[in-house]
């Protein structure tokens, strides 16, 4: 799941780094040099391999470096929460999942996060609600889809206990 996330937060970033046509009267990031987005995507690209072999404390570290160079970047965040949860530091990786989502609210794998921290705490409706926002905003093909939509079933049914029809089944069978 880890895995997923983070090949997420990767497109992601990949994908916000296609040019955008500016807003008027909206201050636009000052334009790096190619070397320096070579050297950024180098970073980065070395990160998540850190995160996806899990080594989380040294993911943790280079994120954190790449964070300091460049605060407006919500994939960063997004895989420093991974890193940070797989440290299994869920508090502090809700907080870089949330500052993702402040940055970027269509950020999906921020809610993927978030839903997994909520689990590790035993929080299944707050894990409901941010897996929901998950599957509303990513992709189609999205390969993390089914274990979002599974996962969001267990915890609805551990939720709701007695919608399997078994309590209904042992309230007839009591009424006889």
Excluded: C
Aim: net charge negative; hydrophobic share 45%; glycine share 6%.
């Amino acid at each position: 799941m880890l895995l997923t996330a983070v090949l997420i937060g990767l497109g992601g970033w990949v994908i916000s780094q296609w040019p955008v046509t500016p807003t008027p009267g909206v201050q636009q990031p000052v334009a790096t040099t190619a070397t320096d987005e070579k050297a950024l995507r180098g970073q980065f690209e070395r990160a998540v391999l850190l995160l996806q072999r899990n080594q989380f404390q040294q993911a943790a570290v280079d994120f954190n470096r790449i964070i300091d160079e460049h605060p407006d970047m919500p994939e960063a965040y997004v895989n420093q929460g991974f890193a940070l949860l797989g440290l299994e530091h869920n508090d502090t990786a809700a907080e870089y999942f949330n500052r993702a989502i402040e940055l970027r609210p269509f950020q999906a794998n921020a809610y993927y996060g978030l839903a997994l921290v909520a689990e590790k705490k035993n929080d299944l409706e707050s894990a409901s609600g941010a897996m929901k926002s998950f599957i509303h905003l990513a992709i189609e093909d999205d390969p993390y889809l089914p274990k979002a939509r599974a996962a969001l079933w267990e915890w609805e049914t551990a939720i709701k206990p007695g919608d399997d029809g078994v309590e209904e089944a042992e309230s007839a069978a009591h009424s006889d």
